[in-house]
């Protein structure tokens, strides 16, 4: 077991990160978004951390039912800003490929994987609803801006489908490829560092790591096959 890490010593890991904003800055790149992005970071996981933990002491299913729409709604529209079409329009078609996608495996691994008891235990559908939705909106990101730019070079749709689609599954599977042998995934990690045996913690990553291969490719299948007639002739 391991200690709360006071304040103090959190502080430390922000100087590597401090020094590549610098490096940023002296090489001009856009240095002001990644500042902005870790304040966002900081203020995001201060807030969520507060809230979770009333949330995981709800016994009411509407709580975490609510937790998952907002989750939803919001990856599926962050998942847009990769392209260059009207985000209002292509909307539903995100929301529907990461809700089919991202749903469908959250159900399977919650309800028959860990047979959840009570279905909505808000401490384990949270978790990993958060890794099972944000796969999905990468992928889904990763895919439209890799389709746009297959198209602007007149490759057929079926061919720039494809290269899209195999753009966005690489994360997930360089992943499994290196898991084990070049990384321990968060999962896994953070299971050891609370004592529990590797070898349970091994099962779980598995888990982990099959759910989000499943819902990144179906949803950004879905999404791919939907965005054809929304696409400029």
């Not at 089919?100 to 235990?121: E, K, S």
């Amino acid at each position: 077991m391991i200690d709360i890490i006071p304040l103090e010593r959190l502080l430390i890991i922000f100087v590597p990160a401090i020094l590549v904003i610098g490096l940023m800055y002296r090489w001009q790149l856009s240095w002001h978004k990644a500042v902005y992005a870790m304040l966002r970071m900081l203020i995001q996981l201060l807030l969520i951390g507060y809230a979770l933990i009333m949330i995981f002491e709800s016994s009411a299913s509407w709580v975490t039912l609510s937790v998952l729409a907002i989750m939803l709604l919001a990856s599926s529209w962050i998942a847009l800003n990769t392209l260059n079409l009207n985000p209002l329009k292509l909307f539903p078609i995100s929301l529907f490929a990461i809700f089919i996608g991202g749903g469908l495996t959250l159900v399977l691994v919650t309800q028959m994987v860990l047979n959840l008891q009570p279905w909505y235990a808000p401490r384990f559908v949270i978790p990993l609803a958060g890794m099972i939705f944000a796969n999905s909106m990468t992928s889904i990101s990763l895919a439209g801006e890799r389709l746009q730019t297959e198209l602007e070079q007149d490759q057929s749709f079926e061919q720039a489908r494809a290269i899209a689609f195999r753009t966005a599954m690489i994360p997930i599977v360089n992943s499994m490829f290196a898991v084990g042998l070049v990384s321990l995934p968060g999962m896994m990690t953070g299971q050891i560092l609370s004592g529990v045996s590797p070898f349970i913690a091994a099962r779980y990553q598995i888990m982990v790591m099959c759910m989000l291969f499943g819902a990144s490719g179906i949803s950004t299948a879905l999404f791919l096959a939907l965005l054809h007639k929304h696409l400029p002739k």
